[in-house]
């Protein structure tokens, strides 16, 4: 069954430093797999997307991620922390059914962004 | 493009009340999923509609919970006789046929007392 593992259950970063955020997934097929963010109280916004085109994905606000199959890894990355940054992300990956996809999410990782 | 919106975005309840919720999908978007968020974890899948067909249910989706969506538009969510476990955040998000991006909606956060 497509799973997905995020490392590190929070992260603490200083403005201006690197963001690199942990994720590593299971699947028997080549997977879809989704970056979201979720500022407090508030729902998930997407981030980027990986849908067997590129390996290295650009998103939103400056993050990127790469997709590795020989280390099932889909790591989320941006070059410099910004205070707007704080908030959880998620890891997911996409499993088939019924014609649809449902996503499967990690447990969340919590970014916190020193000043 | 107004987004997937949800009402209301906080219920507080008393255990043993019923509860519903509504989904406002985005207006093309004939897909539409339920997904439950507990404190410190991610979302959960609990349901699936293409067009107005639930197609998949959870198991997490017990006989106390119905989910509609009539005409293929807006969706409810219903919990009966509510329990302190149904404590939770309960998304909604929705997407075009394919592959596609879900997009997902504020939430409503349920608190049973």
């Known amino acids: 069954a497509q799973s997905v593992t995020q490392l590190g259950s929070h992260v603490s970063v200083s403005e201006g430093a690197l963001v690199l955020l942990r994720c590593n997934y299971s699947?028997?097929?080549?997977?879809?797999l989704f970056w979201y963010v979720q500022y407090p109280n508030q729902g998930l916004q997407l981030l980027l997307k990986?849908?067997?085109?590129?390996?290295l994905v650009k998103g939103i606000n400056g993050f990127e991620a790469e997709f590795k199959k020989s280390e099932t890894s889909f790591h989320l990355t941006k070059p410099s922390a910004h205070m707007s940054d704080a908030a959880e992300y998620f890891c997911?990956?996409?499993?088939?059914?019924?014609?649809?996809?449902?996503?499967?999410f990690g447990q969340g990782t919590r970014l916190t962004i020193n000043p | 493009d107004t987004g997937v919106s949800q009402d209301p975005r906080h219920k507080i309840t008393k255990r043993g009340q019923n509860v519903t919720f509504r989904c406002d999908p985005i207006?093309?978007?004939?897909?539409l999923y339920w997904y439950r968020q507990t404190l410190g974890q991610g979302p959960e899948f609990l349901t699936y509609?293409?067009?107005?067909?639930?197609?998949?249910k959870s198991r997490l989706l017990s006989d106390r919970f119905s989910a509609e969506r009539p005409k293929g538009s807006f969706s409810t969510l219903e919990i009966q006789r509510t329990e302190q476990g149904d404590s939770a955040m309960y998304l909604c998000?929705?997407?075009?046929?394919?592959?596609?991006?879900?997009?997902f909606g504020p939430g409503t956060r349920l608190t049973v007392l």
């Open positions: 998000a929705s997407s075009l046929t394919g592959p596609d991006t879900q997009y």
């Open positions: 699947s028997s097929v080549p997977p879809y």
């Open positions: 990986y849908t067997s085109a590129a390996t």
């Open positions: 997911a990956v996409s499993v088939s059914f019924q014609g649809a996809q449902k996503l499967v």
């Open positions: 207006s093309e978007h004939n897909r």
């Open positions: 509609f293409q067009n107005e067909a639930q197609l998949e």
